[in-house]
């Protein structure tokens, strides 16, 4: 997934480097993060769940409440107890570290820079422009 994404961010800055390249407006889908899920841990942080079968490799889908959500190593099922349904992502992709991601879709309107644009802050906090290079 990482890699996927390196390369179409390459890709994409090979395409604004061709000179007089022009991109159209538009609006993004972008997936904000909301919170970080973590496994069930006991008082000495050990994990005492992991993710539960129906959940495992269901990225993106609603997991609403009352779905099963972790499995504990004895047996017994953690239901997700929220308050409405979340479409989690990125789940046990991270090994030990976080169970899953909790995204939020929202859509931002996208307009490419013109010459004179702020692009970011430099490092002593001055506005760098873009300069239609």
């Known amino acids: 997934m990482v890699c996927f ?3 179409h961010t390459l890709l994409f800055m090979k ?17 904000r993060i909301l919170h970080v899920v973590d496994y069930p841990r006991n008082k000495d942080n ?3 769940a992991m993710i539960h079968p129906e959940l495992q ?18 047996g017994e099922t953690v239901k997700y107890d929220g308050d409405s349904a979340i479409y989690p992502a990125f789940i046990n992709k ?4 976080t169970a899953m991601i909790h995204p939020e879709l929202q859509y931002k309107d996208w307009h490419p820079l013109k010459p004179g644009d702020p692009m970011f802050l430099g490092l002593a ?7 239609g290079d």
């Open 5 to 7: 994404a390196l390369l």
């Open 57 to 74: 490799y269901k990225d993106w889908h609603p997991l609403k409440p009352g779905d099963p959500m972790f499995l504990g190593l004895a």
């Open 15 to 31: 395409l604004c480097s061709v000179p007089g390249q022009v991109f159209p407006s538009e609006t993004l889908e972008v997936h």
């Open 125 to 131: 906090g001055e506005t760098v422009k873009y300069d």
């Open 94 to 97: 991270d090994n030990e570290l």
């Open 46 to 48: 050990e994990l005492t």
